[in-house]
Every structure is written in structure tokens, then in C-alpha cells.
């Protein structure tokens, strides 16, 4: 460990985001750049993947000085699906599980020592965003394999918060408890506090000083809506995945549709943008020493932004996320991926190989559509098979819709119907449609994004 990051380390989250409100953009530039320096060089040691990546790419870490010093080389998910131990650059303490495409759980380690640095750090994240030491929290996130909820729980015990950890409940549970212990901010995905300001919509609400956000993008409509039925509320939301561990981008102030990014602890980077500087989010951790990833591709649609912000803090901006790099869907409160639905399909030997999946918005309640083709069957009875092979294969999302954070619709068509090009899109966001005509093109399939969670 360095000078700089043995002191980051010692300081409080309150003494984080400050030095961060004063530092000159030339110093924040300058450890962000020390910072990257230093990672490659260790990776070129301690890691076997990214030694042999470097050799056999004649790549000699002391050389590099800047991303682009590294050329065209990237981390993939699938890398990391295919070999995990071959990150591993020490010992480590836990392991998270984050789904990718092919079915296969990505595994990413970390250290105890690290999860407090996470915590920390997240928690000066949630400090510039408005949470205080004395604010009660409601903490909604996940406790699951890929648990938002835990690194969440970290960053409110380094803030010195009173919280309770609930972590994905039914909504209801939260809401029962709302005035017992007089929680005023609350945390959740999108979907999930959506369902509970329904809840307090139509029995009665509370003032809430914040609702924050992660793992899924916020409906625009839905944050006036909020901040009218939690009596002031403000809405916030993070960007974050199991892979970064903590949070990359926090909504400090009030614009919705953009990140403030946390790029000394991270290097972003924008790759193949398209004329509107939209492309693929990549981003390297600059303080991971269990499993540091270099230059690692999320699959993420966004864009920086350069200029400073109006609010005077400074670092970059990133845009509110476009879209989806690859056919992996966060809907319904979960990663969604056309392999789910092969395998909650297949067994029911009425239905034809075709199908395709569509998410939509109607209010702001998310629907689950899905669109099969079969000769004649009993709707009814298909629906009780289908939810009855989520069940038994995919108990988190059945969980998700028996608390009400989604609803699910089957539609069913003549065999025939649903192909009418050779390849057959199987997963369809209709989402943020309407958001994206508001903001421009977008570069990719629309939806949403990864594990992401918050902190
Ligand atoms: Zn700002």
C-alpha cells in the first residue's frame, strides 16, 4: 500500500466527500492517473490473466502510463466467467455472484479490508448526496448472491446511520414500520420503492427526506410522483455492479438523468461511441487488491460528461444509462437473460421453440410479457405451469412477482406468428422508450442495466 492510500484510508466518509468538494480537478486528475499507473503494474505481477494477457501482447506494464497506452485490450465478462481464479491477486474473504449472459455466474472476490474501504467510500457518496449521521434508513436491497444489500449495509454502518436491514422484503414489511422507527430515508431498487409509494399513496404517507435508488434505472415520471407522495422526498440513484463493488456514479444533485462519477477510485472510459459520444461504459478499480479489474467492459450505454457541473462539484459526469450492450435485461427486480426463459419454456411440450419476452410500463407498474405460440391450450392452465417453472428454477423472481414489484401477462398466438425475420429477438424493453425519443438516439438495445446496486 502506498502514502495516499494509507491515509484514504484512515479518513472518515464526512472527511472523504470533502477533501473530494475541494480538490482541484487537477489533483483528482493526477491520482486518478498515479492511481492507474500503480494498478497495472501490480496485475502484471500478481495476476496470472493479465500477465499472460500483457506477454502475449508484448504490453510491459512500467511502459504504461494511460489507458491508451493498453491499446485495444479490454476485460470481458466472459473472461472472468471462463477462468476467476486467474484474477485473484491475493487472498480473499468473500465471494459475490453476478449473472451473466451465458447462464454462468460471474464470481468476483474481495478482501474484508476492502469491503470497509467500499463502505467507505460509499458512504462519502452517500453523505454528498444529502444522507446525514442522524437520518434513519430503511435499507431494501437485496441481501442475495449478489448483494446489493450488504455493501449497502456497509456504507450506512462507515456513515454512522441508524438503519435496519431489511433487505428485499415485501415492501409491505417496510411500510408497517415506517413511523415505529421513524425511518426518513429509504433504499431499494426502483421497482420495490415503486411499489411501496403505491403503498403509501393509498394508505397514507409520511414525510421522507430521501428515496435513493439502484440496480435498475428510475422512471422519470415516476420521481415527481415520489417526491409528491413521501411529502418532499427527494429521489436519487446510484450506479454500482458487483464487479465495481461500490458505488461508480451518485446523484448528489438535482438532475436525474446524470452521475456524478467517482473517477479516483475508478477510471472510466467510453468505448466505440457513436456521433452523440454514446457507447459501451468501461472502467478500471483503482484500489482493489484482491481482484482488480483492468479496463473492464460492462455492457452499460452511456456517455461522459466533460464540462463541470452547474452544482460546482468536480470529476466527470456520466449520463443516465441507454441500454444494454447484449441481450441481458434488468427488469422485474432482477438480471434477466433469454436463457432463463429457454429453460422456463422448454418443458411445457405444448409450445412451439419460438417466444419472445417484452417489458413495459403501463402507469409505472412494470409488466412482464410474455409472448408464446401454441395451438390451443388452456390459458389458465399454462399460466399456473409457467409460474410453476419459475418456481421450482428461478425462486427470486417468483419471489419478486409474489410481492407485487411486477406483474407478469401471457400472451398466446398461433404457431408461426411471432417469426417473421430469421433471427427472433427473444428480449424486448419498451421501458424507457419514451425516454430515449425524449434524449436522442440510443446506440443499443434499450434497457437497463447490470447487478448494479448502490452505495
Ligand atoms: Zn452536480
Known amino acids: 500500500m502506498n502514502l495516499v492510500d ?15 468538494q475541494l480538490s482541484p480537478q487537477w489533483a483528482i486528475t493526477k491520482l486518478r492517473e498515479h492511481r492507474f499507473r500503480q494498478v497495472v503494474q501490480y496485475v502484471g505481477r500478481h495476476s496470472e490473466f493479465y500477465r499472460t494477457a500483457f506477454r502475449q501482447r508484448g504490453i510491459d506494464p512500467r511502459m504504461v502510463r494511460t489507458p491508451a497506452d493498453l491499446g485495444d485490450f479490454y476485460t470481458t465478462p466472459d ?16 465471494v ?21 474501504q467500499i463502505g467507505q467510500i460509499d458512504a462519502a457518496g452517500l453523505q454528498l448526496m444529502g444522507m446525514e449521521s442522524t437520518d434513519r434508513v430503511a435499507n431494501g436491497f437485496d441481501f442475495s448472491m449478489w448483494i446489493p444489500g450488504m455493501l449497502v449495509h456497509n456504507a450506512l454502518m462507515a456513515a454512522n446511520t441508524f438503519c435496519m436491514a431489511f433487505g428485499k422484503v415485501d415492501p409491505l414489511e417496510v411500510y408497517r414500520r415506517l413511523k415505529q422507527y421513524q425511518f426518513n430515508v429509504i433504499m431499494g431498487e426502483p421497482t420495490w420503492l415503486i411499489r411501496l409509494t403505491e ?27 415520489m417526491n409528491r407522495v413521501w411529502q418532499g422526498a427527494k429521489v436519487r440513484m446510484c450506479y454500482g455492479s458487483v464487479e465495481l463493488g461500490g458505488g461508480l456514479g451518485y446523484q448528489p444533485c438535482d438532475q436525474p438523468d446524470v452521475y456524478h462519477v467517482d473517477d479516483t477510485d475508478f477510471y472510466p472510459e467510453i468505448i466505440e461511441p457513436d456521433g452523440d459520444g454514446l457507447g459501451e461504459l468501461v472502467f478500471t ?10 479496463r473492464y467492459r460492462t455492457r452499460d450505454v452511456t456517455r461522459l460528461i466533460p464540462e463541470p457541473c452547474p452544482c460546482g462539484l468536480r470529476g466527470m459526469r456520466m449520463a443516465r444509462l441507454r441500454g444494454r450492450r447484449d441481450e441481458l435485461i434488468v427488469a422485474s427486480g432482477g438480471n434477466l437473460y433469454p436463457l432463463m426463459f429457454e429453460n422456463i419454456l422448454r418443458p411445457i411440450p405444448e409450445l412451439t421453440h419460438d417466444w419472445q419476452v417484452q417489458f413495459k410500463l403501463e402507469a409505472l407498474r412494470e409488466i412482464m410479457e410474455m409472448h408464446v405460440e401454441c395451438a390451443g391450450i388452456d390459458e389458465s392452465a399454462l399460466q399456473r405451469e409457467i409460474q410453476q417453472q ?4 428461478y425462486p427470486d423472481l ?14 398466446v398466438h398461433p404457431p408461426g406468428f411471432l417469426r417473421s425475420d430469421r433471427k427472433l429477438k427473444r428480449m424486448v424493453d419498451h421501458r424507457y422508450e419514451q ?9 443499443a438495445a434499450a434497457g437497463s442495466k447490470e447487478a448494479a446496486h448502490v452505495g
Not at 9 to 19: E, F, M, Q, Y
Not at 96 to 116: A, H, P
Not at 199 to 224: D, N, Q, T, W, Y
Open 6 to 20: 494509507y491515509f484514504a484510508d484512515k479518513i472518515s466518509p464526512a472527511g472523504v466527500a470533502k477533501l473530494y
Open 79 to 94: 473472461d472472468i466467467v471462463a477462468n476467476p481464479k486467474a484474477f485473484i491477486c491475493q487472498t480473499p474473504n468473500i
Open 96 to 116: 459475490f455472484e453476478s449473472s451473466g449472459t451465458s447462464g454462468k455466474n460471474k464470481q468476483i472476490y474481495y478482501s474484508q479490508r476492502e469491503l470497509r
Open 199 to 225: 403503498l403509501a399513496e393509498e394508505h397514507g404517507s409520511v414525510p421522507l427526506k430521501l428515496l435513493i435508488g439502484g440496480a435498475e434505472e428510475m422512471p422519470r415520471e415516476a420521481i415527481g410522483w
Open 285 to 294: 478499480t483503482l484500489r482493489r487488491t484482491v481482484m482488480p479489474l483492468l
Open 390 to 393: 419459475i418456481r421450482l428454477q
Open 398 to 411: 417468483m419471489k419478486n412477482l409474489d410481492i407485487g414489484i411486477f406483474d407478469m401477462r401471457i400472451v
Open 435 to 443: 425516454d430515449n425519443a425524449a434524449t436522442g438516439p440510443q446506440s
